[in-house]
């Protein structure tokens, strides 16, 4: 009999201990009396509200997630995904003061899957190097200088392959060739002559990031980790290569970064490896996804391609010599152009969110945002803004012309803001330019299939899309 006392007193205990945590869990106390938590809810013990926040949305609107709890609680609310205690901010005053304490009260977080995966992000002077490192192989001066007629080339020779082919799948297809272009940039890869198909295996890593991080055999995420094991297998093949070998200089991004090793102690053969990992991630991803948006948003708005060809036919007549190849003036005079991809830029939100830890709490507005907590700067509730960009949802690249500079850097972050602002920007508005410039002088195309939106938060293109590309003079 006494054993069913102590059974049952156990179960009760067990009870209120539960009971306890959940409520603990809920209702997170802050230690300051100085300011509240953000309102919001905590969702479920451990998991939080991860899997409101991944159910997938059909539009370029603000995901769900977002406006619903906007509505609810406010442009600032709290939250938790995957076990860690959040704070949302669709608030422009707030996310820009978050920007500016980059280093101060924030510092710079990924989710756990993130960071264990791309370690490169890195904080303090190793941020300033991979920072300035990329800058010198991808900023303007490379672009002015080198870049622009190798991007020419490539889109030149991509296109005319796409249009032998009856069909193309577009987030495939512009994956590939960024991969392969940004690989030979960094160490001369050949994707022609090499026996496996790498792009593709970091396709793969890029689909299992955002998966659950569920490390057992079948799941997405460990073909993720396979993947990812497999493109670093032969990348540090290569650096132990070019080690191996230290008087050929090629003057490339590997050659910088092993020349740099002997200033710079964190410069181990590892963080190479993991470096070049990390600019590949960030380049050929958000340019492919720009790449496809562009052209799902130009097949549904045939006079806006019309304006586009027609500013591009203007380029090649103004040309002294026909054969020559795009200068950095002409790249320059693409005013509709550019209005165009900071328009896709607007609407794509490549980017779902800036995230931030708290290293010291922060007061703002009557919260408190204790340290150790996350922060999400919702970008896109920006960009998306009815008051700043009219009927926010319609693709009207023509908006641009009216924003004065003021409005468009309180507003719009594709590239993030502050001292970690994106190395990349330039290259990327670039690269999209000058596909679009041989695209629509050059070539015609067809949508088939596909286009159609999803965001998981990430955007993304379910079943992909599928054009037809043929040349325009034959
Ligand atoms: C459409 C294309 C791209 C988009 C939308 C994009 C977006 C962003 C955003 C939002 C950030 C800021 C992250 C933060 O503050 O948490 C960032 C940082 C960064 N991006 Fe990009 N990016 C793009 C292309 C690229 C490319 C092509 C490169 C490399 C050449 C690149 C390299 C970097 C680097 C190195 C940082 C970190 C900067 C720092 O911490 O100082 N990005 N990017």
Redesign the pocket.
């Known amino acids: 009999m006494w054993l069913v006392g102590v059974w049952c007193s156990v179960v009760a205990l067990a009870t209120i201990l539960v009971t306890r945590w959940i409520q603990k869990w809920r209702n997170p106390s802050c230690s300051s009396n100085e300011g509240v938590l953000p309102p919001g809810s905590m969702g479920f013990p451990l998991i939080g509200e991860t899997i409101q926040l991944l159910i997938p949305s059909r539009s370029l609107d603000l995901h769900p997630f977002i406006k619903n709890r906007v509505q609810r609680y406010g442009p600032i609310f709290r939250t938790s995904v995957v076990g860690r205690p959040v704070v949302m901010s669709t608030d422009p005053k707030f996310n820009h003061y978050v920007i500016t304490e980059e280093g101060k009260s924030v510092e710079?977080w990924y989710l756990d899957t993130f960071s264990k995966m791309l370690p490169i992000?890195g904080v303090g002077s190793i941020?300033k190097y991979?920072?300035n490192i990329?800058l010198s192989?991808?900023g303007v001066e490379s672009i002015r200088e080198r870049l622009l007629p190798q991007v020419e080339q490539i889109v030149q020779k991509t296109l005319r392959s796409w249009s032998t082919q009856k069909s193309v799948e577009l987030k495939h297809a512009t994956s590939s060739m960024l991969f392969d272009f940004t690989l030979k940039q960094m160490f001369g890869y050949d994707s022609e002559n090499s026996p496996e198909k790498l792009s593709d295996k970091f396709a793969n890593f890029v689909h299992g990031l955002m998966s659950l991080p569920l490390n057992i055999p079948g799941t997405t995420y460990h073909k993720c980790h396979k993947d990812q094991k497999e493109v670093l297998s032969m990348m540090r093949g290569i650096v132990k290569e070019r080690l191996a070998s230290p008087d050929k200089h090629r003057g490339d991004f590997l050659d910088h970064a092993i020349q740099d090793m002997k200033t710079e102690n964190f410069l181990t053969e590892d963080f190479i490896v993991q470096l070049m990992f990390?600019?590949l991630f960030?380049?050929f991803e958000?340019?492919s996804?720009?790449l496809v948006l562009t052209l799902k948003l130009l097949s549904d708005h045939p006079l806006i391609v019309e304006e586009l060809t027609a500013e591009h036919e203007a380029i090649l007549r103004n040309r002294h010599n026909p054969d020559s190849s795009l200068s950095w003036d002409e790249y320059k005079s693409m005013t509709f152009t550019l209005n165009v991809i900071n328009e896709v830029?607007r609407l794509g939100n490549?980017?779902p969110g800036?995230?931030?830890r708290v290293t010291k709490d922060i007061k703002f507005n009557g919260y408190i945002i204790p340290a150790g907590w996350d922060i999400v700067l919702v970008?896109p509730a920006l960009q998306l803004n009815p008051e700043t960009f009219k009927d926010p949802i319609a693709f009207n690249p023509s908006r641009w012309k009216g924003l004065d500079s003021y409005t468009i850097s309180k507003n719009f972050?594709?590239?993030?803001?502050?001292?970690?602002?994106?190395?990349?920007?330039d290259?990327?508005r670039a690269f999209v330019a000058t596909f679009l410039h041989i695209l629509v002088s050059k070539y015609r195309w067809t949508k088939i299939k596909g286009g159609n939106i999803v965001r998981k938060p990430i955007l993304d293109f379910e079943g992909g899309l599928e054009i037809e590309v043929s040349e325009k003079n034959k």
């Open positions: 710079l992000y941020q991979i920072r990329a192989h991808f990390g600019i960030g380049t958000p340019i996804a720009v830029l490549v980017a800036l995230l931030r970008t972050m594709p590239f993030g803001g502050g001292i970690r602002q994106c190395a990349g920007a290259y990327s």
